[in-house]
């Protein structure tokens, strides 16, 4: 399955991209409820310094997939969900 979404954002693409490189998941209540529901929160050992939006998702296990430097990032999951 695969899903695209899309959504204008009013400032320059480096800027955004800027910002969702720097973001932190752990700032985010909803990621952590999911991430930890999935069993994620309880493998990864968080580190007590802010890190960027790729290490939180590489340190969760999420793998990247592609993109596009300075304009997409592109990360998933292998696994067997069901079980």
């Known amino acids: 399955m695969s899903r695209a ?7 320059p693409a480096d800027a955004v ?9 752990r700032d985010s209540a909803t990621a952590r409820v999911l ?3 999935r069993g ?6 968080r580190p007590t310094v802010p890190v960027g939006l ?3 998702l590489a340190r969760s296990g999420f793998v ?3 993109g596009r430097p300075g304009r ?10 069901w079980t």
């Open 72 to 81: 997409e990032l592109d990360f998933g999951l292998v696994g067997k969900f």
């Open 54 to 56: 790729v290490a939180s």
């Open 5 to 11: 979404y899309r959504i204008a954002v009013a400032a």
């Open 35 to 37: 991430m930890t529901l």
């Open 40 to 45: 994620y929160g309880r493998r990864v050992r």
């Open 64 to 66: 990247p997939l592609g």
């Open 17 to 25: 991209f800027r910002a969702i490189e720097a973001y932190d998941l």
